[in-house]
């Protein structure tokens, strides 16, 4: 079972980046999925978060800026980051959210840097 995160970058502030994690070795399309992320000196948080059905959720701070998305012939979910803030810096992780008896629960990726900068 893996998880593999890419698509981080450098950005300057008001710009965009795409995140995916892609995962193997588990039926995908079962799991629920969420993204993450952890500044600096700070707590991972959770940022967005999609069930098996489509249905989404996102941490206030970034609602209207950032869209979850998940295709499941590819395995992968997507994280769109729109008007990005310096405040938005931070490593970025996937993770597995269920059902509890699936392989990629509670599984995470190995996370990518967003960096906002000007």
């Known amino acids: 079972v893996q998880l593999q995160a890419s698509g981080g970058g450098l950005v300057q502030p008001g710009g965009s980046l795409r995140l995916s994690c892609a995962a193997s070795g588990s039926r995908f399309s079962i799991n629920a999925m969420g993204w993450y992320r952890q500044a600096p000196g700070k707590q991972r948080e959770l940022v967005a978060g999609?069930?098996?059905?489509?249905?989404?959720n996102y941490a206030d701070s970034v609602k209207g800026r950032f869209t979850i998305s998940r295709d499941n012939a590819k395995n992968t979910v997507y994280l769109q980051m729109d008007s990005l803030k310096l405040e938005d810096t931070a490593v970025y992780y996937c993770?597995?959210?269920?059902?509890?008896?699936?392989?990629?629960?509670?599984?995470w990726g190995q996370g990518t840097q967003v960096t906002v900068s000007s």
């Open positions: 999609i069930t098996s059905g489509g249905i989404t």
């Open positions: 993770k597995g959210e269920g059902p509890p008896w699936s392989a990629l629960y509670n599984h």
